[in-house]
């Protein structure tokens, strides 16, 4: 097991330092951030004094090198725009993301899996049916269209609901939130809805197909023999049988769930990660694109990491397919 | 039924008792049709800057332009007539999708093969790192490569198949990892045939059911992305909007109720999607023995 351990760890940190030269190496092949951050009325020193400043006279190696140490001292830079430190920078648009990311997957899971229970309870029911094709849309449908039409109905013809931004926000220790407020939340509906859908649509078919199958199992059975309701059936014992792959997939989810977010908060202007990203890229902010990329590739290393982890605690032969 | 010999005439009559799903195919190919004779059902080239007014911009549908003909759908901010700038939108949305599907195909299918009939380390190392690939979200690969290479056909349709190629891969590795071990192939190996042979004529042809199922679906996964992209500002220059740039090109407009500048091209980018989508489930369920009669 420990030898299994070890492997992965190796491999996962072989992948992160691929990725890190890839991402340097591609990022800063493209455009030329001097000419975005200096203004063309500046004169010639000063142009020599901030691309010293900035370290861009140096050649690719060297500056690939200084950013790897730098990495390696939780350094990754100052921002060419903002001029404040890459991590300040993003750590401030990330409680927005986050907030955005859960409310979204929770949501989608406590809704989905209901509908996914019923119309695995009742399969041949209209209802049942609607829920189906409604989550093939689901699957198909680009989400910037679906964030489009969300923004046209609700905030365009209805007026019910604002087309975007974050609205009012409490600090709670120090970072700001909107969803304790009347204000922030109704500004979070909209975006969370988009983010939900694709998400609300899996989970309906991952609960729906565990419910069909164990409707058909000997527990249910016996169950109905002791007496027991319907719905005590239902919530006492065949949600804890179908949770397991779906608490699973929900873990992976929210991994894929933040990168979608780029979509989302770019429609409805949510000022997260995403946003901040789009932004960098149109600009040229390298050293944002660099630390985004750089957290994101961590981030999924590390869930593939524990998720492979998992799986050999549970599963001997993950092990064993190891070492041989 | 006299000559049902062929395999196609087998698919097509199983086809056929689907209705909805002949419907979905009749409406691709009406779409590819349309986008393939686009310069002649079009009352306007859009992307001939003499034929714009822009005293025709962003009118709504109906209206009748200084070209003396009715925009059905109304024009966009440059005075293009919708109705026309969809039919060359969907020609390029096809187009990139196809060649983006084509070429993901070749390539995922070549490395997913080759995996399975070399086995070892270099079975290894491909399927390790399309697993890795397939572990990121493919929005987000595709929005690094075209933020890398910069904005083009090329360059978008690079991006879209870095995201997908490991779909094909992982697809044509399980099909040929299960044939391979199979005796027909065996007996193949041990007669003096080239590698090269024994791949093309009798693994390939074997993998193919399944490929072409994640062919259709990822056709529509490229065209999806690459409007994506696009209204995110990454995708095809203005000059030539894909249907995901006409989206949006009308999406400030949107606030302001204009709303058909955006919502006929989704429209339309959606019945495409969706249409190619019930197309792939069908063959998908076809091709399913387990779900045989």
């Not at chain 2, 020609?91 to 080759?114: C, E, N, P």
């Not at chain 2, 870095?162 to 044509?172: D, E, G, M, W």
Request: aromatic share 10%; charged share 15%; hydrophobic share 55%.
């Amino acid at each position: 097991m420990l030898g299994f351990i070890i492997q992965r760890f190796l491999q996962a940190i072989g992948v992160m330092a691929v990725m890190s030269l890839i991402v340097f190496s591609g990022v800063y092949a493209i455009g030329n951030p001097i000419d975005i951050v200096i203004p063309p009325e500046a004169t010639q020193d000063l142009r020599d004094e901030v691309i010293r400043r900035l370290g861009l006279d140096r050649p690719l190696y060297e500056q690939y090198f200084i950013f790897l140490v730098n990495l390696l001292r939780g350094d990754l830079g100052r921002s060419f725009v903002y001029n404040i430190p890459v991590l300040e920078l993003i750590g401030g648009r990330l409680p927005a993301t986050l907030e955005l990311v859960l409310i979204s997957v929770f949501s989608a899971s406590v809704i989905g899996v209901s509908l996914g229970i019923y119309a695995g309870y009742r399969p041949e029911s209209w209802t049942a049916k609607t829920i189906m094709a409604a989550s093939v849309l689901g699957f198909s449908v680009p989400s910037f269209w679906v964030g489009l039409i969300l923004i046209l109905t609700f905030a365009v013809n209805l007026g019910w609901l604002p087309a975007g931004g974050r609205g009012a926000t409490i600090d709670i220790w120090g970072v700001a939130w909107s969803f304790p407020t009347l204000d922030g939340l109704s500004h979070i509906i909209l975006p969370a809805i988009n983010l939900a859908l694709f998400k609300l649509a899996m989970m309906i078919r991952l609960a729906r197909a565990g419910t069909r199958e164990i409707m058909l199992t000997d527990t249910i059975k016996f169950a109905r023999a002791a007496g027991l309701s319907e719905i005590t059936i239902l919530r006492q014992h065949l949600l804890k049988l179908i949770s397991i792959p779906i608490i699973t997939v929900f873990g992976l989810e929210l991994g894929s769930t933040l990168a979608f977010a780029v979509v989302t908060e770019t429609i409805f202007s949510w000022p997260g990660v995403g946003k901040l990203i789009i932004d960098s890229i149109a600009v040229l902010d390298r050293p944002v694109m660099v630390a985004y990329l750089i957290l994101v590739a961590f981030l999924f290393v590390t869930i593939n990491f524990v998720i492979d982890l998992t799986f050999a605690l549970i599963d001997p032969r993950v092990r064993r397919g190891a070492a041989s | 039924m006299k000559r049902q010999s062929t395999p196609f005439t087998r698919f097509w009559n199983e086809f056929r008792e689907n209705r909805i799903a002949v419907l979905a195919l009749s409406i691709v190919v009406l779409m590819a049709l349309l986008a393939l004779f686009a310069s002649f059902v079009s009352p306007q080239n859009p992307y001939d800057l003499a034929n714009l007014s822009l005293m025709d911009s962003r009118r709504p549908p109906g209206f009748v332009g200084t070209g003396g003909y009715t925009h059905w759908l109304g024009t966009d901010p440059q005075g293009r007539d919708l109705l026309s700038a969809i039919f060359y939108g969907l020609r390029i949305s096809i187009q990139i999708g196809l060649a983006a599907g084509f070429v993901s195909l070749s390539i995922g299918a070549a490395l997913g093969i080759l995996a399975a009939y070399i086995g070892g380390r270099v079975e290894n190392l491909i399927m390790r790192l399309v697993d890795l690939q397939l572990s990121f979200p493919a929005i987000l690969l595709a929005l690094v490569i075209v933020a890398l290479l910069g904005q083009g056909k090329v360059q978008l349709i690079s991006a879209l198949v870095a995201a997908q190629y490991a779909y094909f891969a992982r697809t044509a590795y399980g099909a040929a990892k299960a044939e391979r071990g199979k005796d027909y192939i065996e007996a193949a190996v041990a007669t003096p045939l080239g590698s090269r042979l024994v791949i093309l004529k009798h693994l390939l042809p074997n993998c193919t059911p399944p490929l072409i199922v994640v062919a259709t679906v990822q056709i529509a996964n490229s065209i999806s992305l690459e409007a994506t992209l696009s209204f995110l500002g990454l995708g095809l220059p203005v000059t030539e909007p894909s249907l995901g740039m006409l989206i949006s090109n009308g999406f400030p407009y949107m606030m302001s109720g204009r709303y058909w500048i955006s919502v006929y091209p989704g429209v339309a980018l959606i019945i495409l999607i969706v249409a190619i989508n019930i197309v792939g489930d069908q063959v998908r369920d076809q091709f399913n023995p387990r779900l045989r009669r």
